[in-house]
Every structure is written in C-alpha cells, then in structure tokens.
C-alpha cells in the first residue's frame, strides 16, 4: 500500500480546487454488510448534516475524526455543495480514458490515483466542474454529468452528487492512499459546451433521429462501418468536438474491447480510406 508525506497538505489542495462553499461527507464502509453513513457535527447528530465549510474541514479536530473512521476500513467520500458549480465525479478512470478526455479539451479540477493493476494498469478518480446556470440549471447539468458516467471509468452512477474520494486518505476499495495529484481551480469548457448543446436540443422541436443499428450480416467491414456510425451518433448526442483521427480512436478502442485484432481494426481504417474507383460508361 502506498503512503502520502503530507496527508494534510493533499486534503488542503483538493478543497483549493474544488471550490465549493461546503461538504458532506460520507463513511462508505468496505463490508457491503453495513450502511454508507453521514459524518456530522457533535451538534448535528439528531438533525440532517449541512456538512463541514472549507476551512471546518482542514482543521486538526475534524481530521483527527476523520482519520479515525478511515482507520476502522471506511472509505471517506465527500459531496460538493455550491451555489456556483456543478461536479461531474468519475471514479477508476483508466488511463486510456484519461487520454481520450483531454484529447476532447476535458479538463478537470482533480485527477487523483486510486487503484493500480496487477498489471500495472492506473485508474483514476476525476472531477469536472463547470458553472451553474439560473434557468434549468440542475436538469441539463445531469444530462452532462450523465453523459460522461456512462462512457468513462466505472459507469456504476449518473448523479451530480456522486460522492469523491477523499484525498489524503486511504480508498479502502483498493487499499491505497489517495494523493491529490493534480489540483487546479478551473472549470471544464466541454462540459459547459455539452449543457450548451442539451439546452439547444431541447428547444429543437423535430424528432431525435433513431441511433443506427449494428450491422450482424456476417461482414466484417460493415460491422466496424456500424460501430463507427453508432461512434459518431455518441459522439454528436453529447456535443463532443471530434475529428476522422478521434473517431478511430475510439472505434479502436471499442473493437479491441470486443476482441478483435489491432490487425483486422487496421486494415479495415485502411480500407476504408482507399480512394472509390469510378467507372464512365
């Protein structure tokens, strides 16, 4: 199991990032036996917890707490309460994903490292942040978050208040130590482009076109033809920015989760980007 130097230090430059006005936090014991509990006030345990204020959080007396529920096999999580940001929380990100979202201009407040393969894999816990608006502000700011829970990392929640691993402390999930290894104050501009996009699609009144069907004739080019087109549907539903090279990426990705040979991906790509012959009759 790995170690922090400063623990404190870790819990400090993830608040700075976050930004939120105040936080609930939560004990998610690792015996799937017992009960997910809010950790309150001493003068709030017979009302609803309105959680710890940024600087209540990092004092000696509340980590001291908090150090102690770690310790009895409690991941710590903590929920972001704001009148000014929305939070997306992703959790065992992998570091293709990774990859895929900063390659569609996603940046995030936290990325920090929660879990490591047997084979050495790296999976990630990571928090979008982006403004909230005045009008439908909570309804399409599901949708965002929505859009990326489903497609990246564990795809276990869609909710604007999944809660995020504590930095500092140990995720008892996988046993390690939870650094804050990257911690910047700044919102995500993809994420403000996605609710920007499901606000415009609400207000569009023609019919949503159905997604397109997978092609199971046997070929194999138009497989990988239907899977490419059900890619680009994706991609165009949540108002991603993508090129010919992103789309591969992710065919790529997606066929190789299905078993089929980085060879067979290849030659189809290639294939597909001869030039059509024409005949003049």
């Known amino acids: 199991m790995s170690c922090i130097d400063n623990p404190n230090a870790e819990l400090q430059k993830m608040i700075d990032a976050l930004g939120a006005d105040s936080y609930i936090v939560r004990a998610v014991p690792h015996n799937p036996a017992r009960s997910t509990y809010t950790v309150k006030h001493a003068a709030e345990m017979r009302k609803p917890s309105t959680g710890f204020f940024p600087d209540e959080i990092v004092k000696p007396d509340v980590i001291r707490k908090l150090k102690g529920i770690n310790t009895s096999n409690c991941t710590l999580k903590i929920i972001c309460k704001s009148m000014k940001y929305h939070y997306v929380t992703l959790y065992d990100v992998s570091q ?10 996603v940046k995030p407040c936290i990325v920090s490292l929660v879990r490591v393969s047997k084979q050495g894999e ?35 929640t869609k909710s604007l208040e999944e809660g995020i691993v504590l930095c500092g402390f140990v995720d008892k999930k996988s046993g390690m130590w939870v650094n804050a290894n990257r911690a910047i104050n700044q919102n995500c501009p993809t994420c403000e482009g996605r609710y920007d996009f499901f606000v415009k699609r609400n207000q569009v009144t023609v019919a949503a076109e159905k997604m397109p069907e997978l092609n199971r004739s046997g070929s194999t080019f138009l497989y990988f033809e239907s899977c490419r087109s059900q890619i680009i549907y994706k991609a165009t539903n949540a108002g991603d920015k993508f090129d010919n090279d992103e789309i591969n ?6 066929l190789q989760k299905e078993n089929f040979t980085s060879a067979e991906i290849t030659q189809y790509i290639e294939e597909r980007n001869k030039p059509q012959e024409t005949s003049d009759f």
Do not use: P
């Open 96 to 105: 293709q994903e990774l990859y895929a979202l900063s390659a569609n201009a």
């Open 122 to 156: 790296k999976f990630y816990s990571v928090v979008l942040r982006f403004d909230q608006r005045k009008i439908y502000s909570s309804k399409y700011a599901a949708k965002v978050a929505g859009s990326f829970q489903i497609n990246v990392g564990s795809k276990e």
């Open 249 to 254: 990426c992710r065919l790529f990705y997606r």
